[in-house]
């Protein structure tokens, strides 16, 4: 998390990776940070990479469909999704 904020480093993360740049991000996107937050939070990423990777991989809707799948029955998951 960007420290006394709710946003993650992932989320910030995500949106460089997308082509967003920081300076978009702190004036169009999340108005309320700051540049040095942001290179904070590339910082951070630098050192964290595989965990934060391993997070934004895991908060995908594909993941969570998976997830739903391996955790309800056929019938159960066609409820919730709608599929």
Do not use: C, F, W
């Amino acid at each position: 998390m960007i420290r006394g904020t709710r946003i993650k480093v992932s989320h910030i993360i995500g949106y460089l990776l997308i082509g967003e740049t920081p300076e978009t991000i702190t004036k169009n996107i999340l108005p309320h940070l700051t540049l040095p937050q942001i290179e904070d939070a590339q910082k951070y990423y630098s050192y964290y990479k595989e965990e934060i990777d391993k997070e934004r991989r895991e908060n995908t809707e594909e993941a969570g469909r998976r997830y739903l799948r391996e955790s309800l029955s056929e019938d159960d998951y066609r409820k919730i999704t709608g599929t």
